[in-house]
């Protein structure tokens, strides 16, 4: 289980632009957060906050209630996705996914059946075989996604994960995430700023402008409507 607590965090970069003000927010344990705001209003500033890759100037990250400020990238159990997918082109699919199982010291034969199992799971069991070269962008996405679960993580963080792809291709996409999401109960926060991806994927939206949370509620909550 993981829940996220952000208290009154702040991020102020070194030429003093102040990214993220004040930020107070809540993911409960298997929840559906959207950070939903413009571009520059500082939204992957929170995500790189909450993955660990950058350092809050002030207010405190708690991770199940721990302190998590000063816990590196990799003690943190979190998964991340970002729109430019960052697939590893000389690797098959296959390896790809199990590459973090790999990294870990997980054996070849549970590898392989935790590999196929995911796989299947995102409907791309049938090109473990290809390079990434060799797929569609939803394929694409997929095998990132699949990298990103493939050890179980309790918190999920995407960036924008579908901003590179066809309108088409991005509304199915949406509709798959959030069903995978919710099949493995992972506390998700996921950053975008496409409305209509927040209304149709979040459990709760929270609203972000200019570096600070305005709203958080459900869709029908902040825009009266699901
Ligand atoms: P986004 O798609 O999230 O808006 P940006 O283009 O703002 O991404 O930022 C891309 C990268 O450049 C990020 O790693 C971010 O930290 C960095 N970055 C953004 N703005 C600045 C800046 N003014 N000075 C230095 N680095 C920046
Ligand atoms: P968003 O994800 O909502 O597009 P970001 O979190 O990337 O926004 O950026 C928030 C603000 O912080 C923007 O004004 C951006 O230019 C600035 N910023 C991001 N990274 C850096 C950095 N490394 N140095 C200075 N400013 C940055």
Redesign the pocket.
Do not use: E, N, Q
């Given at each position: 289980m993981t829940t996220v607590a952000l208290k009154d965090v702040t991020k102020v970069f070194a030429?003093g632009?102040i990214a993220v003000d004040s930020v107070n927010l809540d993911v409960n344990d298997g929840e559906f957060m959207v950070l939903l705001g413009p571009?520059?209003c500082g939204k992957?500033t929170v995500l790189r906050m909450v993955a660990g890759l950058e350092e809050p100037s002030s207010g405190a990250i708690l991770l199940d209630g721990e302190l998590a400020n000063d816990l590196p990238p990799r003690d943190r159990r979190i998964a991340m996705v970002f729109q430019d997918f960052a697939l590893y082109p000389h690797m098959t699919v296959g390896d790809n996914i199990a590459f973090p199982l790999r990294l870990s010291g997980v054996e070849p034969a549970p590898r392989g059946e935790r590999v196929n199992d995911v796989a299947s799971a995102l409907g791309i069991g049938d090109v473990l075989a290809r390079k990434p070269s060799q797929l569609s962008g939803g394929q694409r996405q997929r095998v990132a996604m699949g990298r990103a679960i493939v050890r179980r993580p309790g918190l999920f963080l995407m960036d924008e994960p579908l901003s590179n792809l066809d309108s088409g291709l991005r509304a199915e996409l949406r509709a798959e995430i959030s069903g995978l999401v919710r099949e493995l109960g992972v506390s998700t926060i996921y950053v975008t700023h496409d409305q209509a991806e927040a209304l149709t994927m979040a459990d709760r939206v929270a609203i972000m402008r200019k570096g600070v949370l305005q709203d958080v509620g459900t869709p029908t909550q902040v825009y009266g409507r699901p």
């Open positions: 030429d632009t571009s520059g992957s």
